[in-house]
């Protein structure tokens, strides 16, 4: 069975910390992705990595980078994390020559930051 | 820009009713794609449908309907004679074909609760 995995389901750190959010994923897909979902705003695309070392901006990258240097790993990270960074992250792949249900969810990191 | 607009923020209904989860989109795209996915309380997203801009025939999956209207900009998702496990969020998507890789525009989700 295919796999996205995030290596916390909660977290709780303190305002200006460095925060990462890991996300593996044992399937080979080229595309991986990271959303934030808040209530009454459903998910927002924070950013996303089409190849290793690649990455693009997605609607809502101020505060946060990524990383890809391998292909199944696609770590965000907050590097001062504000209060207004709480909130439910989800990393999600996609296999390019697959069909379009190939957008695998993991099961989200809920993080706090205090 | 894309855009998912799902009205409805939350549905309560009574296990064995009807509902159905409405969903509009906007694009420029001649070629889109739109996804419905649930969101059970464990968190993670489920893959439930995906539709291509040039196939409007409705479908069909046991209890679960699909009513895609390209002149409406429409993507509704019935369920027939609810039960209590389809209490979840569910999410409208649009896929964005351009670029260096497919995005998914999300709606803002409806929350279904279904008593007994």
């Known amino acids: 069975d295919v796999k996205v995995t995030q290596s916390s389901r909660y977290l709780v750190k303190r305002t200006g910390e460095k925060v990462f959010l890991e996300c593996v994923q044992d399937?080979?897909?080229?595309?991986m992705f990271w959303y934030r979902q808040d209530p009454g705003l459903g998910l927002r695309l924070i950013y996303f990595s089409y190849d290793v070392k690649m990455k693009e901006k997605g609607d809502i990258p101020e505060g946060y980078s990524v990383s890809r240097e391998k292909k199944e790993r696609f770590s965000l990270i907050l590097e001062s994390a504000s209060t207004n960074q709480t909130s439910m992250y989800l990393c999600?792949?996609?296999?390019?020559?697959?069909?379009?249900?190939?957008?695998?969810f993991g099961s989200g990191t809920r993080l706090t930051v205090v | 820009a894309q855009k998912v607009t799902q009205a409805q923020t939350e549905i309560s209904v009574v296990e064995k009713e009807d509902v159905t989860l409405d969903c509009v989109y906007e694009t420029r795209d001649t070629t889109y794609y739109l996804f419905w996915y649930k969101q059970p309380p464990s968190g993670e997203l489920v893959f439930l449908i995906r539709r291509n801009s040039f196939d409007e025939q409705n479908e069909i999956s046991g209890r679960y309907s699909w009513n895609f209207q390209k002149s409406t900009s429409s993507f509704n998702f019935t369920i027939t004679a609810s039960q209590v496990v389809d209490s979840a969020v569910y999410f409208c998507?649009?896929?964005?074909?351009?670029?260096?890789?497919?995005?998914?525009?999300f709606g803002t989700g409806t929350r279904l609760q279904v008593t007994l």
């Open positions: 998507a649009l896929r964005d074909i351009t670029g260096t890789a497919s995005k998914l525009t």
């Open positions: 999600a792949s996609r296999d390019t020559g697959g069909s379009d249900y190939g957008y695998t």
């Open positions: 399937m080979d897909h080229e595309n």
